[in-house]
């Protein structure tokens, strides 16, 4: 009977304590779902950028979501640094020497993709010689991407607001 009255106690408190609403953070029985974050019941979200409760939005409400580092610096070291990498005039290896422009000026202006002499050399409407000089041109995939980044405001990563 001691046995019995024990299993009785042991089931009951069994249940009781599995329904717990708020879950055990250490198992996987949370009832009200995890967040971004792995917090049971919690409130953060992922933004459009993929960030864990971050605020990746232009102040116009658009998403930015093209990394400088990760999406556009590639494709200047595969196609435009070994002209444009350090000595004199425009240099394409990081984002600020991007952002400073060379000797004919800048050539990013932040918010104007299509207008940005970088994107018109790249189609080869600007002055000049088309971009990458002496080589197949970009697709145009490409060259969008990089319009949109330019668009996005040519930030060198997401904004975390």
């Keep these: 009977m001691k046995i019995l009255f024990s299993f009785i106690l042991s089931f009951i408190f069994l249940v009781f304590w599995s329904c717990s609403d ?19 019941g919690g409130t953060a979200v992922e933004d459009c950028a993929g960030i864990c409760d971050g ?12 990394s400088y580092t990760a999406t556009i610096q590639p494709i200047f070291n595969t196609n435009c640094t070994g002209c444009h990498g350090g000595s004199s005039g425009l240099s394409l290896s990081t984002h600020t020497s991007l952002m400073t422009g060379g000797n004919s000026g800048h050539v990013v202006t932040p918010g104007d993709g299509s207008g940005s002499r970088l994107v018109k050399k790249l189609r080869g409407t600007a002055s000049g010689s088309r971009m990458p000089q002496n080589q197949d041109p970009l697709d145009e995939t490409t060259i969008n991407l990089i319009e949109t980044w330019i668009d996005e405001g040519a930030l060198e990563e997401p904004q975390d607001n």
């Design 22 to 40: 708020a879950g055990d953070p250490l198992s996987n029985d949370c009832t009200e779902g995890l967040d971004c974050a792995g917090e049971c």
């Design 55 to 66: 605020s990746a939005l232009l102040s116009n409400g658009e998403c930015t979501n093209i």
